[in-house]
């Protein structure tokens, strides 16, 4: 195995090693793409002190089955799979009650176990989901982030023709708003960038405000004066979370998603007073399949929002100038890494 392993602080090496497959509940999966967010950036940087290196960094990863523990009905020497980046410990109070997707402590890919910028990795089976010839690996690199959007509609006890306003115009934010629409909300998409403004409107979503721009008086001529039933903050977005807050509709409530989140702090007193539920979301177990079938019955455009595949030999290169932006308090793009090559 060849991989690219964070060995300290701001530190990315190439490493190489051996994956053995010695377990028949595993299989081995030849990783074909990985894909490398502003969060794996973020552990490389040492934002979360939680996290020790060395470590793999990598929520996100395709590949093809290259050998199986034993035979399965699902899953085929070949067949092609989305990597899970989450699994429950399997240990705590709620993991042997059934509830694991309230677990006390899940393991997190490229967080508190190794991440998928490697050419093979060993996975449990059922942390493995074959993926239908129509859907794109363009659009499965987003199956993690689509996974999460799921967990915020659970979270969001949407009514027909609600409005949500989601706070950070990014893909996860996009993949929301579009999610929103097809669960018959009515979404308004907050950003200070208008290009990532632009691009959603591109992608089928039709209010889309900057927040530098008069969003509030925006918002409440959208609504009627009512507000926004449900509010959805994206946890890099580094919006205002107070005009999140003044947007909400009293007694509603607001979600702060994200699979990590900077050292955040929030002045609870305005949503306090308004008497709003707070929920969080990290991350998105138990919703790899839905949001397979989302892809699968084309319910988002994605198309905007594909990447180019960079190669291997320039991960170093590539990941340090994302370092650099992370670092300028600029906001850090998506990476697509071919692992083929
Ligand atoms: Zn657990």
């Not at 008086?217 to 946890?235: D, F, H, M, P, Q």
Request: hydrophobic letters at 40%; proline letters at 3%; charged letters at 25%.
């Amino acid at each position: 195995m060849i991989g690219w392993q964070i060995t300290e602080k701001d530190k990315l090496e190439k490493i190489s090693g051996n994956e053995m497959l010695d377990d028949i509940e595993s299989a081995k999966v030849k990783i074909t793409a990985s894909l490398l967010t502003e969060e794996d950036i973020a552990v490389m940087s040492g934002e979360d002190k939680s996290v020790s290196f060395p470590i793999i960094p990598s929520k996100t990863a395709i590949g093809q089955i290259s050998e199986l523990g034993q035979q399965s009905a699902y899953l085929a020497k070949g067949t092609r799979v989305f990597l899970s980046s989450v699994s429950p410990c399997g240990k705590c109070y709620h993991c042997t009650n059934g509830r694991e997707k309230d677990c006390y402590s899940f393991k997190i890919a490229g967080y508190n176990r190794d991440g998928f910028l490697k050419d093979f990795a060993v996975k449990p089976v059922k942390e493995l989901f074959a993926l239908p010839p129509s859907v794109k690996d363009a659009e499965a690199v987003y199956l993690g982030y689509i996974s999460l959007a799921l967990s915020v509609i659970d979270k969001l006890n949407l009514q027909k023709g609600q409005h949500v306003a989601i706070f950070g115009a990014d893909v996860l934010g996009a993949i929301i708003a579009q999610l929103i629409i097809y669960y018959q909300g009515v979404p308004i998409l907050l950003d200070d960038d208008d290009e990532k403004l632009l691009l959603a409107k591109k992608s089928g979503v039709y209010y889309a405000l900057n927040t530098e721009k008069k969003a509030e008086k925006e918002v409440l001529a959208i609504t009627g004066g009512r507000l926004a039933n449900k509010v959805v903050y994206i946890s890099r977005s580094k919006l205002s979370t107070d005009l999140a807050f003044r947007l909400c509709a009293p007694s509603e409530s607001i979600v702060f998603v994200g699979f990590s989140y900077p050292n955040m702090k929030v002045a609870l007193s305005s949503a306090i007073a308004k008497n709003l539920s707070v929920i969080c979301v990290t991350n998105g177990y138990g919703n790899v399949e839905p949001a397979i079938n989302i892809l699968a019955n084309n319910a988002l455009d994605l198309s905007n929002y594909y990447l180019v595949p960079t190669k291997m030999d320039d991960i170093e290169k590539n990941v340090g100038e994302m370092l650099k932006d992370y670092k300028a308090k600029k906001k850090v793009g998506n990476l697509l890494v071919n692992m083929l090559g």
